[in-house]
């Protein structure tokens, strides 16, 4: 992007960023609703995010999408933050106002409740959770899965510190909810859950699944949070052990229809949007 940035007033901005499915969701969502909203992505330098945003905002931008690997880099720069935001200490949404200042918020846990309860069809209340990972994108979850009040949710992760680290920054919410909230090294798991949800980039290191496929109660839903070929042994591992399996294209698209209508005011209609998404990826693989 220019510093004029091409006319673009959102964008998502992340390194690495061409494979970004964004720009497509948000410029399908300003058709379907009307909005004038023109989104791009930008390539910011690893150390740049600071400076790149307040570039983007002296060109015109109102809001962006931030991922990896700026997310605890935006909640830093905002003088405004969300709950979601402190409680997970990063942010995927920022909105910039006109007297600079910048509002945060996280609307990933947001996207993964909405796939999970509406898209899926499966109920979070009462359950027991199993979350794999404790890093950026466990962090952004947590919150909103307790609020949908489940029996407990188990955080494994390899390193037990920031498994327990995590938990305990939520401890609050999870007394408000009455959920049981603990904290396990991935090797120490026990039990089985109705929903097993893979936080970490285990596919992309070769290894299926990051778990024993003794964690899967009948008929669990397993989730990965990436999608396409990322998720696809993790995918594979799941559906050979009985257990119903979802990506996280509904979740990439339901917390980017949050972000528009934290932006513009106007919720989009992220299930049209989803449905045309997946057809079109499965079109382009064959399928």
Same mark, same amino acid.
């Given at each position: 992007?220019?510093?004029?940035?091409?006319?673009?007033?959102?964008?998502?901005?992340?390194?690495?960023?061409?494979?970004?499915?964004?720009?497509?969701?948000?410029?399908?969502?300003?058709?379907?609703?009307?909005?004038?909203?023109?989104?791009?992505?930008?390539?910011?330098?690893?150390?740049?995010?600071?400076?790149?945003?307040?570039?983007?905002?002296?060109?015109?931008?109102?809001?962006?999408?931030?991922?990896?690997?700026?997310?605890?880099?935006?909640?830093?720069?905002?003088?405004?933050?969300?709950?979601?935001?402190?409680?997970? &200490?990063? /942010?995927?949404?920022?909105? $910039?106002?006109?007297?600079? @200042?910048?509002? !945060?918020?996280?609307? *990933? %846990? #947001? +996207?993964?409740?909405?796939?999970?309860?509406?898209?899926?069809?499966?109920?979070?209340?009462?359950?027991?959770?199993?979350?794999?990972?404790?890093?950026?994108?466990?962090?952004?979850?947590?919150?909103?899965?307790?609020?949908?009040?489940?029996?407990?949710?188990?955080?494994?992760?390899?390193?037990?510190?920031?498994?327990?680290?995590?938990?305990?920054?939520?401890?609050?919410?999870?007394?408000?909810?009455?959920?049981?909230?603990?904290?396990?090294?991935?090797?120490?798991?026990?039990?089985?859950?109705?929903?097993?949800?893979?936080?970490?980039?285990?596919?992309?290191?070769?290894?299926?699944?990051?778990?024993?496929?003794?964690?899967?109660?009948?008929?669990?839903?397993?989730?990965?949070?990436?999608? &396409?070929? /990322?998720?696809?042994?993790? $995918?594979?591992?799941?559906? @050979?052990?009985? !257990?119903?399996?979802? *990506? %996280? #294209? +509904?979740?990439?698209?339901?917390?980017?229809?949050?972000?528009?209508?934290?932006?513009?005011?106007?919720?989009?209609?992220?299930?049209?949007?989803?449905?045309?998404?997946?057809?079109?990826?499965?079109?382009?693989?064959?399928?």
């Amino acid at each position: 992007m220019t510093q004029e940035n091409n006319g673009h007033n959102y964008c998502v901005m992340g390194n690495p960023i061409a494979h970004s499915r964004s720009p497509a969701i948000h410029a399908r969502f300003a058709q379907l609703t009307g909005e004038p909203v023109r989104y791009g992505r930008l390539l910011v330098p690893l150390e740049g995010f600071e400076q790149a945003l307040r570039d983007f905002a002296r060109s015109g931008g109102q809001g962006c999408n931030v991922t990896v690997p700026f997310k605890l880099d935006a909640a830093r720069c905002a003088h405004e933050k969300s709950e979601r935001v402190l409680l997970a &200490g990063a /942010a995927n949404t920022l909105v $910039l106002h006109d007297d600079g @200042r910048i509002s !945060a918020d996280n609307t *990933d %846990g #947001l +996207g993964i409740v909405a796939d999970i309860t509406r898209n899926a069809q499966v109920r979070i209340e009462g359950r027991d959770v199993l979350l794999i990972g404790a890093g950026g994108a466990a962090a952004g979850v947590l919150g909103p899965l307790l609020r949908e009040r489940p029996r407990s949710i188990v955080i494994a992760n390899r390193t037990l510190e920031k498994a327990r680290h995590l938990a305990d920054t939520h401890a609050q919410v999870a007394r408000e909810t009455g959920a049981s909230l603990q904290a396990s090294a991935l090797q120490a798991i026990t039990g089985d859950f109705d929903i097993v949800i893979n936080g970490t980039a285990s596919s992309l290191a070769g290894a299926e699944s990051p778990v024993p496929a003794s964690v899967l109660r009948k008929g669990a839903l397993a989730y990965d949070m990436m999608y &396409g070929p /990322a998720a696809q042994g993790f $995918l594979d591992w799941a559906a @050979r052990n009985g !257990a119903v399996a979802r *990506d %996280g #294209l +509904g979740m990439l698209v339901e917390q980017a229809a949050e972000s528009f209508a934290i932006w513009r005011g106007v919720r989009p209609p992220a299930a049209q949007v989803l449905r045309e998404l997946r057809a079109e990826l499965q079109a382009a693989a064959g399928r």
